[in-house]
Each structure stands twice: as C-alpha cells, then as structure tokens.
C-alpha cells in the first residue's frame, strides 16, 4: 500500500515510524517517488540530494533504538538561503553558484540531532528578494494549484514542495511575507515567528533587523512541532530571545480578534479576497471568538518605510559577495574592476536594483531623509501595534490581497509586485509573529486558486497563533 502523503502529518507519520507499519526508508523512498513524478513541473528543488536514503537509515537507527523524537525520519525541504555543511547553498543566485557551506546553520544542527531527513535545497527569489520566486537565477517554481502561475517567493519552493507532496514540512525565511505569502497562495501554513526566537546563525542575511526562520506545513500542528524544534536562545546569535515560556493562560475558546477596517479598505484588493475574508471572521465569530474593530492608523507607512529600510540593510548584506572571498569571481584589470565584473556578472537586477537604492538611502546627505526618518516612522508602528494588543489577543487580515498571479505578470513592474506585500511586511517591522492558514479558494476558470487568513499575535505569543490557527482549521 502507497503512503497517503496528501494527507499525512508528522504525527501520523511518527505514529506509523514507531508502529513499524513502514520505515524511514520507505517513507523517504515514497516523497522520492512523488518528486519524480511531479517535480518536472513544479521546479520546487535546486537540488535534490543524494543521500536521502542514508540519512533515512540513521533515522531507521534511532528508531530502533527507541530514542526517537516526532520528528525522527520526517522528510523535510530547506530553504537554499539556510547553510548545510557540505552543502552547495546558492541563495539562488549565479554568485553562489558553486559555494559550498562550511558549516550548520543553528536550526539546521537542532533538526540533524532530531534525526530528520533532509530532501534537498529549494528554489527561492534569490537573495530573498521578491515575492514570485522568479527572481531565481535557475528560473521560477510553478504553482501546484495552476502551473501557469507563481507559487508565491521568496520561499516559494519550500511552499510548492509541501503543496504538492514534494515534501511533509520545509523551512523558509520571512523579511517582508517570503513564508506566509507563499502559504497563502500554494494553501498551506506558514509561520513567521517573533523577531529573535529562532537563531538566524548560518542563514544568509537579507535584512538583519528583520530576517526569520520559520516553518511550512500542511497543518497547523505539523508548523508548530517544526517551529518547537528549530526555536530558542543561541550564543551564535545575540538577537535571540531568551528561553521563556509565556506565562500568561488564555481562552483557547474566546479570543478576541481585532480586524484594522480602514487598512482593509486602502484599495487594490481583489473583492473575492475580502469576501472571503468577511467568510472567515463569521466563521471565527460562529466558533466563540469576538471580532473587534481596531485602528493601527500608521499601518499605511508599512510599504514605503519597508522599501527603504529592507535596501539599505540588503545593500550592506550584499557586500561581501565581491568575488574574492565567495562564489562566482570574474578577473578584470585591477581588484576593483575584478569587482565589478563579478558583481555585473553573478547578481540578478532585483539584487541590483535594491544595492543602489539602499546605497542612495544610506548615502550622507539623504541618510536622515530616508533611512532615518523610515526608522522614525518604524517605532510608530510598533506603537502601533502595541496599543492595539492591550485590547486584543490577534489582529487579523488577509495574508496577501490577490491570490497567486501568472508567471511574468509582473516581473517588468517592480512597485506592482510590491504592493503585493501589504498586509505581511508591517508584521517584520514590528517584530511580532504571524502566521498564514487556509481559508478558501478562488475559482479562476477550472483552477481553484488558494486564499489565505493572516493572524497576528504580541511578541512571543506563537502559542496563541497555533491556538486560532488551529481552531479556525478545525485541527484537534
Ligand atoms: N516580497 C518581499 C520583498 O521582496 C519579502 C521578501 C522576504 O520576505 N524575504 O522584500
């Protein structure tokens, strides 16, 4: 009997590891199966690694040895941003081309000491940057839903891996909506944790101050098992938090659930999606929640304080790539021209688009212009925010307004594909966490394209995210 891997989750899966009712290696050998059928199509993978089956073995091992843990032999898919020792990690990017990382990331080692069984690197925008995954240098992933259409980005492939069976959970990184947006549009979960409770040690930085590591899955269950495993301190990484359980309890029954109106009504949002919206907080209304109308007034800034802070921070990041000490290196006449020439050569026109104009923002003379006044404008934000969670336990919206767009729609028109980032980069400025859940589909011609529902929880308060995430799906 084939693995039903569409509706498989880590807990079913563990319970059938430890019944016996099939092996590590069975069940590897089955996700390998499925990426051969289906992964000409859906590009989710730069690379699918050799050696699945031996890291299957191991986990058979541990198994045995009756030391396992829920995620002992659970297949996953890792972003190409996050560093496995021995391991080709491009970022998507010709720079990287043949870079090989030196050593784990934090989240990579926590998982290895699990067990668990590593399926490859996925296809991503590169560096990060961009909300299609066509941004990758190796080309886009496909939308299982609708190959015609983009999978969402930057983590795109670690989405479309889940969502079409290519793999059980995956990681991605969030700076702006890269892990909820292509949730949202491949139907599936995707958590962004708080600022700091993951450790960004060995993931490639695209904006320091607002980069995380967080999880995919089918379920809401299968994001928190993933994020239990992967989260907490790390003295690689001073920007983690310390370990602390929120002491707080809660009403896992009634939650109060604030919803920004006016912020839903800026425009440019697809009425399919606010009806489904409206849907989903009748739905949370039906199951005892309260809905309350709040005001996060400054919300509107988002976008542009994000395009200038997210520049100036990925134009610092990027400038260790100069093809001396890594990757691609093109020689010229001098040092200086070698530089050029590799940077011309390895890095693609969003990377570049974005080095200049955080350049330009940092520069002096327009230092307090921009970059200054953005983060000026930042704190108000998290203000914001804050008095907003004096009243309320989650604050929802959409996760993204439009559902997935069609390959090459939008590539030619940067601010476009832009304002698809509305409702997710406010979270990252703010520093809280948020997740993205299924909520229903749109029907464009014979497709059902996915929507997704965005909550939002007060720094450290994934608890209460998993619990409406949870209940809203029906999950027990
Ligand atoms: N789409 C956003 C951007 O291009 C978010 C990217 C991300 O979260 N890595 O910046």
């Keep these: 009997m084939p693995i039903d891997l569409k509706n498989l989750t880590i807990r079913k899966a563990h319970e059938a590891l430890v019944k016996g009712d099939y092996s590590a290696v069975d069940l590897a050998k089955e996700y390998l199966e499925q990426i ?29 040895s009756g030391k396992a843990t829920l995620l002992t032999g659970i297949p996953i898919a890792v972003k190409d941003n996050i560093l496995i020792k021995g391991r080709v990690a ?7 081309e043949n870079y090989k990382a030196t050593y784990d990331a934090t989240v990579i080692e926590k998982l290895k000491n699990e067990g668990v069984v590593f399926l490859g690197r996925t296809n991503m925008d590169e560096f990060a940057m961009g909300g299609s995954t066509e941004n990758s240098a190796y080309g886009p992933t496909k939308n299982p839903f609708d ?43 995707g958590l ?50 310390p370990d ?66 997210v520049p100036a921070e990925v134009s610092s990041n990027m400038a260790r790539f100069d093809g001396m000490r890594y990757g691609k290196r093109v020689s010229g006449a001098n040092g200086i021209e070698d530089y050029f020439l590799s940077r011309q050569a390895g ?5 570049k688009r974005r080095i200049i104009l955080g350049t330009y923002v940092l520069s002096s003379g327009y230092y307090d212009a921009y970059y200054n006044k953005a983060n000026i404008v930042r704190e108000i934000i998290k203000e914001d925010y804050k008095v907003a969670f004096k009243d309320v336990d989650i604050i929802a919206t959409p996760t993204a307004p439009n559902v ?11 601010l476009q594909m832009y304002l698809e980032d509305i409702f997710t980069v406010p979270i990252n400025l703010a520093g809280v966490p948020g997740i993205s859940v299924p909520s229903g589909v749109k029907k464009i011609g014979e497709k059902d394209l996915p929507i997704g529902i965005q909550f939002v929880a007060d720094h ?14 029906g999950e027990k």
């Design 192 to 241: 962004k944790p708080t600022y700091g409770a993951v450790s960004r040690y060995g993931v490639m930085a695209m904006g320091s101050s607002l980069d995380q590591i967080g999880t995919f899955g089918k379920t809401a269950d299968d994001a928190e098992i993933l994020f239990n495993a992967i989260r907490g301190n790390d003295k690689m990484d001073s920007t983690t938090l």
């Design 36 to 64: 051969k059928k289906t992964e000409k199509d859906i590009h989710a993978y730069l690379e699918v690694f050799d050696d699945v089956i031996d890291q299957a073995k191991v986990a058979d091992q541990i198994l045995k």
């Design 347 to 351: 890095l693609g026109r969003e990377v």
């Design 90 to 96: 491009t970022s998507a990017s010709k720079i990287l």
């Design 404 to 414: 997935a767009f069609k390959i090459g729609e939008k590539v030619d028109d940067p």
């Design 460 to 473: 450290g308060r994934e608890d209460k995210l998993f619990a409406i995430s949870k209940d809203f799906l």
């Design 147 to 189: 190959l015609e259409r983009v999978p969402g980005g930057s983590s795109g492939g670690s989405a479309a891996a889940v969502a079409s069976n290519e793999a059980l959970v995956a990681l991605g990184s969030d700076t702006g909506g890269s892990i909820r947006q292509p949730a949202s549009f491949c139907g599936i979960v």
């Design 244 to 309: 602390k359980k929120s002491e707080e309890n809660f009403s896992v029954k009634k939650l109060k659930i604030g919803v920004p109106r006016d912020f839903l009504n800026i425009g440019g949002i697809d009425a399919d999606v606010v009806k489904n919206f409206n849907e989903s907080l009748e739905k949370l209304k039906k199951l005892g929640h309260e809905i309350i109308d709040i005001k996060l007034p400054n919300l509107k800034y988002s976008l542009a304080v994000y395009y200038v802070i």
